[in-house]
């Protein structure tokens, strides 16, 4: 049985879909290994939920860091539990096509390839994520009008310009919502000498963070352990505090976007005055994100709605259209 599936593997979450719409996952990048036999114990949400209670013997493992694979095997492993989940069996001819960010190096790209292939996939057709983002929202990226795409992931922050279906200015940070998530920890830490779960850490940026000070009276009370003798406590954390926290990356995001945009030909720069910019990625719902980037790039800049569902969409439509696209895109393929 052949059967053609999309495939977003992101730093935080992993999204797989059919062509023909019967299948669609979303699960976190983790998978549990027990670390005695080699055996995976869990992947997903369900491992995701375990973190922080696993006996010793299991550890958990990302596949991805900032964007791009770091742990190969862990990738492969990850996307052959989300095959089996899917219903393909060993027997399956998948033809998979994977979202790949334009800033990964040849190696980085041939990694996500090969994992797709160790999994079970017969091959791998490689597209670059803005551009699957750009069709994922509808742009014509194949015509001679200017297709800008700012990505706000997990692990990484990406702007780019697409005309004539290429890429003609990338530029990105190896900065996500998971470095917010961090500096948000850290700050805790520093001021109130408490540890908190990485969960706590992200629910706070979510729930708390705002990039233009809207929140800044909101505050939430959460569980956490001081750092000298381990007691858990409650802190309560305001979003002042989270602001702050995450101030200078944001700060670094900001400034690549606005580095794209400078380097983009006169031309192409006035088809982006006019139409806009579209803000996808799961971070593009943090809280006044697209305000503070239409407020300094001076263009009016719009998350679009479920925006960390961008790429997969654009993948399964390069599926169903590929006889076209092929003749009209410039796929990766190494
Ligand atoms: N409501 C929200 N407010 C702020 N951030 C959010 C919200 N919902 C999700 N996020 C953040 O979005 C990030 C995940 O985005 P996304 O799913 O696009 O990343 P990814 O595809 O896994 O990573 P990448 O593409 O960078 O490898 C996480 O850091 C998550 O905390
Ligand atoms: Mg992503």
Do not use: W
Not at 60 to 74: K, S, W
Not at 166 to 179: C, F, L, N, Q, Y
Request: glycine share 8%.
């Amino acid at each position: 049985m052949a059967v053609d599936v999309a495939i977003d593997v992101g730093t935080t979450t992993t999204r797989l879909a059919t062509a023909d719409g019967s299948v669609f996952l979303r699960e976190a990048s983790v998978v549990a290994v027990d670390t005695t036999t080699g055996d995976i114990v869990d992947i997903g949400d369900s491992a995701m939920r375990k973190i922080g209670r696993d006996p010793r013997h299991v550890v958990n493992f990302r596949p991805l860091a900032n964007g791009t694979t770091i742990d190969f095997d862990v990738a492969a492993r990850l996307i052959r539990a989300l095959f089996d989940r899917a219903g393909f069996s060993r027997m399956s001819r998948v033809h998979a096509t994977m979202s790949v960010p334009a800033f990964a190096t040849s190696i980085e790209r041939r990694a996500l390839r090969q994992a797709a292939l160790q999994a079970g996939a017969v091959d791998a057709t490689l597209i670059e994520a803005p551009i699957a983002a750009a069709i994922g929202v509808g742009l014509h990226v194949d015509e001679p009008v200017a297709a800008p795409i700012i990505m706000l992931g997990g692990g990484a922050c990406e702007t780019a310009l697409m005309s004539l279906g290429g890429i003609v200015t990338a530029k990105s940070v190896r900065i996500g919502g998971s470095h917010l998530d961090e500096s948000i920890a850290s700050a805790l830490r520093h001021r109130y000498g408490v540890v908190v779960s990485p969960r706590v850490a992200e629910s706070l940026k979510n729930e708390l963070g705002s990039l233009m000070g809207s929140r800044r009276r909101d505050v939430r009370v959460v569980p956490a352990r001081t750092v000298d003798v381990g007691l858990p406590v409650s802190v309560e954390v305001s979003a002042e505090v989270v602001d702050g926290a995450i101030a200078d990356h944001v700060r670094s995001i900001v400034r690549s976007v606005k580095e794209c945009l400078g380097e983009a030909p006169p031309d192409l720069s006035q088809d982006v005055s006019v139409r806009g910019i579209h803000v996808v990625g799961g971070m593009a719902q943090l809280h006044d994100f697209p305000e503070l980037l239409t407020h300094e790039v001076g263009v009016a800049c719009t998350t679009v709605v479920q925006p960390d569902l961008v790429v997969i969409r654009g993948l399964l439509r390069c599926l169903n259209e590929l006889q076209t696209l092929h003749r009209s895109l410039r796929l990766t393929d190494v």
